[in-house]
Nanobody, 124 residues
Framework: QAQLTESGGGLVQAGDSLRLSCTAS????????MGWFRQAPGKEREFVAT????????LYADSAEGRFTISRDNAKKSVYLQMSGLKPEDTAIYYC?????????????????WGQGTQVTVSL
């Protein structure tokens, strides 16, 4: 059983950068594909980015492509989301998730463990 803890959220201005972190405890981190999702008020949870077990494969939502970078450090059992050029529409709770079965996925239902989320608010 893995537990995921996100950190790094906050209130920033449009155009700023922010780095989210997610640290895992329990389980074998290097066996987990990791993903970032977000949920804005009144909206469904949506995919942001995912990274394969050893970082070979990354996928991004169109909204994140070119602005966000997902990375991981298996020695630190951590995954990161570097966000730049933030926009007000990026405001959401950001969740870290772990997937145990083979293959990366953009679907929330494919993930087995979730963190509690970290709030990101982008003001004009």
């Amino acid at each position: 059983q893995a537990q995921l803890t996100e950190s790094g959220g906050g209130l920033v201005q449009a155009g700023d950068s922010l780095r989210l972190s997610c640290t895992a405890s329990g389980g074998t981190f290097s066996s987990m594909h990791m993903g970032w999702f977000r949920q804005a008020p009144g909206k469904e949870r949506e995919f942001v980015a995912t990274i394969s077990r050893f970082g070979v494969t990354t996928l991004y939502a169109d909204s994140a492509e070119g602005r966000f970078t997902i990375s991981r450090d298996n020695a630190k059992k951590s995954v990161y989301l570097q966000m730049s050029g933030l926009k007000p529409e990026d405001t959401a709770i950001y969740y870290c998730a772990a997937k145990l079965r083979p293959g990366v996925s953009t679907l929330a239902e494919d993930y087995d463990y979730w963190g509690q989320g970290t709030q990101v608010t982008v003001s004009l």
